[in-house]
C-alpha cells in the first residue's frame, strides 16, 4: 500500500458549518489543503467525506497519519 504524502506536520484548524459536506484530502498532494481538489487521480487514495453536525472549530489532520481520518488525532508528533 502507498503512504500518503505529508502536507503538514500539523493538524489545519478550519471553522465548519453545520450542514455542509466536506472532503478531505488523504493523498497529500491537494494545493487545497485540508481539502481535496482532485490530485489523488494517479494514486490509489480517495477524499474522506465530513458532514459538519454543527458550526464549530475542528482540526483535520495534515500529515494524512491519523487514526481518526480525516480529524486530526495527534499522530503528527511521532512522524
Known sequence: MAEPVIAQKSPYEVEVEEGKTYFWCACGKSAKQPFCDGS???????????????????FFCGCKHSS???LCDGSHNKL
Open 68 to 70: 481518526t481520518k480525516p
Open 40 to 58: 489523488h487521480q494517479d494514486t490509489e487514495f480517495l477524499p474522506k467525506k465530513y458532514e459538519a453536525q454543527e458550526s464549530k472549530k475542528i
